[in-house]
């Protein structure tokens, strides 16, 4: 008796889950950007939606912009969601430095690894008529005068807050950050607010181009073919390498198949060629990353920033 109604109990949960549509049935879909539009997270982000609204069957993909506290407001709000699927967030290394700097009140545990989508190599820049060419000439002029050189980031606890104090500390220089919001690190450099920014090259590339800005580094482990003979950090005697990624993540508990099926159309629309060459012309690279694999990078990366920022005294 009991196999017997185990066997029917079985198959009305079946049948009802046959009856269930399948992912997505509604529109629209959320990405949430965590930073203010216009900035290279926006704009990547629009690109990403458009193909994945063309892989899912038309569902309109939506970008809203939520930004604040270094990532926090947004992945706040996106954890807060209900895990359908529907809601999801543009996720970057932010959701590591956001939490150790004591911003956020829970880590990448409380979402679910969808796929990475691209990597930006942090730079540091400076205007078109700067005395520096390169790097070592910048850290050279600050270790002769003590916090006489400012340098712009994206906010306090930011990637590129992290990046620069990691790569001043390394070179032995004192400077002063100023942490600014991401929307105002670039025309504070060009109205000469500050004297450097270290910031990500889609933001920077447009200026690059038209010599009102000049790359002194990148902050990667190789040079990166995206910004042509700039070298890096490294190749200048600085032992830092700080790359930052972008990628999407869902609340904790979202439907294995909901998460399969935003990864599929994550993976089509990154390898698709106008998204590859929309993202080239900004300085990004495409690296598409399953969710498993990607998940595993979180867990790495989180425990390395966490050092990073407990050495460099950012962690709270």
């Known amino acids: 008796m009991k196999a017997g109604l185990s066997l029917v109990g079985a198959l009305l949960a079946a049948a009802v889950q046959a009856q269930e549509p399948s992912f997505p049935h509604k529109s629209p ?92 190599s942090p730079v540091i820049a400076v205007r078109g008529e700067s005395k520096w060419k390169t790097l070592v000439q910048l850290v050279a002029d600050a270790k002769s005068r003590p916090k006489g050189i400012t340098v712009g980031n994206s906010g306090i606890g930011s990637h590129t807050h992290i990046s620069s104090v990691a790569l001043f500390k390394a070179a032995g220089a004192e400077v002063v950050d100023v942490p600014f919001g991401a929307a105002q690190v670039v ?33 990667t482990s190789a040079r990166d073919p995206l910004l042509g003979d700039v070298p890096t950090a490294r190749e200048q005697g600085f032992d830092v390498s700080l790359e930052a990624w972008r990628g999407i993540a869902a609340p904790k508990g979202t439907p294995k198949s909901a998460v399969a099926t935003l990864e599929a159309a994550i993976r089509k629309t990154a390898e698709s060629p106008d998204f590859v060459q929309a993202c080239e012309k900004l300085g990004v690279r495409p690296a598409f990353m399953a969710g498993e694999e990607f998940g595993h990078l979180i867990a790495k990366e989180d425990a390395e920033l966490a050092r990073i920022m407990q050495l460099i005294g950012l962690k709270k």
Request: glycine share 12%; hydrophobic share 45%.
């Open 29 to 120: 879909l959320e990405i949430t950007v965590l930073f203010p539009a216009g900035t290279s997270a926006d704009v990547t982000a629009r690109l990403l939606a458009d193909g994945m609204s063309k892989q899912l069957g038309g569902a309109k993909v939506l970008v809203v912009n939520r930004p604040g506290a270094g990532g926090g407001i947004g992945y706040k709000y996106v954890a807060s969601q209900k895990a359908d699927g529907y809601s999801i967030v543009w996720n970057s290394n932010s959701i590591s430095t956001t939490f150790h700097s004591g911003m956020l009140p829970f880590d990448y545990h409380e979402f679910d690894a969808v796929a990475r989508v691209l990597v930006e």
């Open 187 to 219: 025309p504070s450099l060009l109205g000469g607010q500050v004297d450097a920014v270290l910031q990500l090259p889609a933001a920077l590339s447009g200026y690059v181009k038209s010599g009102q800005m000049r790359l002194l580094a990148s902050l």
